[in-house]
């Protein structure tokens, strides 16, 4: 995991900024705000200096992450055993859901190493489901961002979402056994 700071501390802040730039800029909880004429408000995930960061930072929690030098996204998304990985390419920004018109999603496997921390984060939290994202380095490396135990997951193409329906549909009917 890259370097993290949640704070609502600006001093802090800065300092970790200057300590692991680039830093990235992550809203904690994702809204569905928009103004008046309907256009989205959505805070997206965006680089951040020491010299941006300031007081209104101390109205509530923000999250702060060294930016990964990546090639591609990837979206684990765990049901109980059942782990689907996508490989995400084709976004020119840092926030890849700003670009859904310009991806291209792969199934990809999942490393041991990847498996044995999803199974214990799952675990050590309690949960059954939680969408994980990654970021992909040049050198095949898996760098875990966050774990999204809301994440969302339709909008794959339907031979990605299939097989996830049905291990939520499965997981809901039989609970642990399936």
């Not at 730039?21 to 809203?27: D, M, T």
């Not at 990546?70 to 700003?98: E, F, M, Q, Y």
């Not at 044995?116 to 994980?132: E, W």
Request: charged share 20%; with cysteine; net charge negative.
């Amino acid at each position: 995991m890259p370097p993290t700071l949640i704070t609502n501390d600006p001093d802090r802040a800065r300092t970790f900024a200057a300590e692991h730039g680039p830093v990235l800029y992550k809203p904690l909880r994702e809204t569905e705000y928009t103004d008046d004429t309907g256009r989205a408000l959505t805070v997206w995930i965006e680089d951040v200096t020491p010299g941006q960061i300031d007081n209104h930072l101390c109205h509530t929690a923000h999250l702060f992450q060294q930016r990964v030098r990546k090639s591609a996204d990837v979206r684990l998304t765990a049901v109980g055993d059942h782990l689907t990985a996508v490989r995400i390419d084709g976004s020119p920004g840092v926030d890849w859901r700003r670009h859904y018109d310009r991806l291209t999603y792969t199934p990809v496997p999942v490393p041991p190493v990847v498996v044995k921390g999803v199974r214990a984060y799952l675990d050590a939290f309690g949960l059954t489901f939680g969408a994980f994202d990654f970021g992909l380095d040049r050198e095949g490396v898996w760098h875990w961002y966050e774990c999204n135990p809301n994440g969302q997951w339709a909008w794959f193409p339907d031979h990605i979402t299939a097989p996830l329906t049905h291990a939520i549909a499965d997981r809901l009917q039989h609970g642990a056994l399936a």
